[in-house]
């Protein structure tokens, strides 16, 4: 089971995961995109941890909740709002909870998955973030022990991320770039592996 303690140090230590790789992320963006992909998840998450700190949650849809309204606010381009309605989707699927088992994180990740679909319509293949959303919650659906499954999740999303470099991207600023995007890591989904990879590090 997934506690709600266990969430809250999975946001804030996502604080400083994207702190870290913040430099690493804009590198990747500058290459097809407007270069601050990573200032805007270090900042994104800073002001989660921030909320989560002024008024800590009494359930894990709040902790949720209160994450996608700090995204939403302070990441700009298109992540925020995607990143956001992830979130947002979580929070609506874990209200009043407190404790989840795989089942329960796998469905509201991947209602959370439907939302950025929906919202910046794209698919898998387009380059995206998507790339290493849908691998991890096939990763997920695959069952086993909520440790193993988490890490296979991250797993199989540093594999679609790895899989955005030879692909066109078809969706986004970088889609403006044509075949010149080819050869260039997705950033988008370079976030996302870093997301579930901490959270096969804290949550597992």
């Known amino acids: 089971m997934i506690a709600l303690p266990e969430i809250v140090d999975w946001l804030k230590r996502l604080d400083a995961v994207y702190a870290e790789q913040k430099d690493f992320l804009s590198a990747l963006d500058s290459a097809i995109g407007d270069g601050d992909h990573g200032v805007n998840m270090a900042r994104g998450f800073h002001a989660v941890a921030a909320a989560l700190d002024a008024s ?120 403006y770039l044509g075949d010149r995007s080819i050869g260039h890591q997705d950033p988008g989904a370079t976030s996302t592996f870093l997301l579930l990879d901490a959270a096969a590090e804290v949550l597992g």
């Open 56 to 175: 800590p949650p009494a359930d894990i849809g709040a902790a949720f909740k209160s994450a996608s309204t700090a995204l939403i606010k302070t990441v700009g381009g298109a992540s925020g709002p995607l990143y956001g309605t992830l979130f947002l989707r979580c929070a609506l699927a874990f209200a009043g909870k407190t404790e989840l088992d795989l089942d329960a994180w796998t469905g509201a990740l991947e209602k959370g998955v439907q939302g950025i679909e929906q919202l910046g319509k794209a698919r898998e293949g387009d380059k995206t973030m998507l790339d290493a959303w849908f691998p991890a919650l096939a990763a997920l659906k695959a069952g086993g022990g909520l440790k193993e499954a988490l890490k296979a999740a991250a797993s199989a999303a540093e594999e679609g991320m790895k899989a955005t470099i030879p692909l066109k991207a078809l969706k986004g600023r970088a889609s």
